[in-house]
């Protein structure tokens, strides 16, 4: 019998420590027998990725940013995200909607309202019943204090038009992703991205282990070094 697919997004502040489980979390479900896509947003498709570029290099006002990630959104999951889930596959996405909330919502000051109904044309009409909005599974929520983000970033990498951002910001976009996780307990899984990497690599894989999506050897062994 074929198992069902599993669509899994991972959130938090820039330098919450994302980027850096990723890969280690597809690996785990790949030695157990699944198929994993993993892909990003904004981005994931060639329109979706040209998108990106613009919405992380071009000044523009909050609209016209909301605009194009959610267009990007759509191409994303018409041509990578649902046909991967139709197959039975899991997915393992770097950021979706709620970095909306989060970054253009309580970041920039965005009205809800408007990312609400952009988030249920974006997100309705693609999956098997046609009445239904996507949303994740599971977010995984990475949750950091700005002030520690900002020291990960410092020196890291070249910072994008959101890294750029003072820490004001992040406390903003902080607190959107608790609002959206207060909003929806169910779907998130709150790790405390403070703690060491292996102890946050612990954290992640017992959600899935708790979950029973990943066999209990996983969550001693692997990860990130
Ligand atoms: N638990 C951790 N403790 C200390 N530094 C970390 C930890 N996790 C990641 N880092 C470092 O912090 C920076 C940001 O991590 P990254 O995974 O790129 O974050 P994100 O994808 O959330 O922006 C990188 O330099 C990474 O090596
Ligand atoms: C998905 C998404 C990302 N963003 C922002 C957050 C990040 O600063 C940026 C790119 O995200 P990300 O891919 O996490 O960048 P990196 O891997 O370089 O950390 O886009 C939004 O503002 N809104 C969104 O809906």
Same mark, same amino acid.
């Given at each position: ?6 669509? $899994?997004?991972? @959130? ?9 489980? $990723? #890969? ?10 699944? %198929?994993v %896509?993993?892909?990003?947003e ?6 979706? +990725?040209k998108?990106? +570029? ?9 609209l ?17 995200? +649902? ?16 970095a %909306? ?13 408007v990312?609400? %109904?952009? @988030?249920?044309?974006? /997100? ?19 949750d ?6 900002? +020291? ?6 070249v910072?994008?038009?959101? #890294?750029?951002?003072?820490? @004001? ?5 902080? /607190?959107?992703?608790?609002d959206?996780?207060?909003a ?11 703690? @060491?990497?292996?102890?946050?690599? !612990? !954290? ?11 066999? $209990?050897?996983?969550?001693?062994q692997?990860?990130?070094?």
């Open positions: 019998m074929s198992r069902p697919g599993l669509f $899994i997004t991972f @959130e938090g502040i820039d330098g919450a420590g994302k980027s850096s489980h $990723i #890969e280690g979390l597809a690996a785990a479900f790949r030695s157990q027998g699944r %198929t %896509t993993v892909s990003r904004p981005g994931g498709t060639p329109l979706a +990725e998108l990106r +570029e613009m919405v992380l290099n071009d000044p523009m006002d909050a016209t940013e909301s605009l194009l990630i959610f267009a990007a959104r759509r191409d994303h999951l018409r041509n990578v995200i +649902e046909p991967a889930l139709a197959r039975g596959e899991v997915v393992l996405c770097d950021r979706f909607t709620d %909306t909330f989060a970054y253009q919502g309580a970041g920039r000051g965005f009205d809800l309202g990312l609400a %109904t952009l @988030e249920r044309l974006a /997100q309705t009409g693609l999956a098997p019943d046609a009445d239904w909005m996507r949303e994740p599974d599971l977010t995984v929520w990475f950091l204090a700005p002030e520690v983000a900002a +020291e990960r970033l410092a020196g890291a990498r910072p994008d038009r959101f #890294e750029a951002q003072p820490v @004001e910001f992040f406390r903003r976009v902080a /607190q959107g992703y608790a959206r996780a207060a929806a307990p169910q779907r998130f899984a709150r790790l405390d991205a403070a703690q @060491e990497r292996h102890r946050v690599w !612990q !954290q992640l894989t017992s959600v899935f282990v708790r979950k029973g999506w990943l066999a $209990i050897m996983v969550a001693t692997g990860g990130p070094q």
